[in-house]
């Protein structure tokens, strides 16, 4: 069993997807654990990114993140991480499969409806930035 964790994005949460995002999760057999709709201050978003906190488009990665609430859950299942990154589609949606959320849901690389972690060890450290461990049940 793998964890990993997701975000809907504000462009998502706007258009009023999130229960078609969670309800793909679910037929993937990704088991919610935990889930909260939050909005993210600058400092969350760019501590959130610090990755690429050197590259061109971090702040307008930032603006973005923090243009809207977000839902931010914790995925369990068989390898979780790689089936959530699956479905999710290529970064920018253009480059997307037929069929995943990005493809289906996203306008663009800049508004991209979802996140997901990229690798367990990653995903344990995105776990632990938005969640205690008593939510996680
Ligand atoms: P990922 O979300 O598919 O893991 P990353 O490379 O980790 O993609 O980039 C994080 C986020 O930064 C992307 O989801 C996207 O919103 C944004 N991003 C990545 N590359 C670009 C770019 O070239 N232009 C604008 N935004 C980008
Ligand atoms: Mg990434």
């Known amino acids: 069993m ?15 997807v999130i229960g ?3 309800d ?10 935990a889930t909260k709709k939050i909005q993210l201050s600058k400092q969350d978003a760019q501590s959130f990114y610090a990755v690429h906190a050197e590259r061109p488009f971090f702040k307008d990665l930032v603006d973005f993140m923090i243009s809207g609430p977000v839902v931010v859950s914790v995925l ?5 991480v790689l089936v959530h990154r699956d479905l999710m589609g290529a970064t920018d949606p253009k480059e997307a499969e037929i069929g995943t959320i990005r493809a289906d849901f996203a306008e ?8 997901g972690s990229d690798s ?4 344990k450290n ?3 930035f938005f969640f205690a461990d008593r939510e996680l049940t």
């Not at 367990?120 to 995903?123: G, I, M, Q, T």
């Open 24 to 33: 793909r999760f679910e037929s993937e057999q990704l088991r919610i654990v």
């Open 126 to 128: 995105e776990i632990r």
């Open 20 to 22: 078609k995002i969670i």
């Open 76 to 80: 369990e299942g068989e390898n979780a």
């Open 2 to 16: 793998e964890q990993t964790l997701s975000i809907i994005k504000p462009d998502a949460v706007a258009k009023g």
């Open 108 to 115: 663009n690389i800049d508004a991209n409806a979802v996140h």
């Open 120 to 123: 367990v060890e990653n995903a």
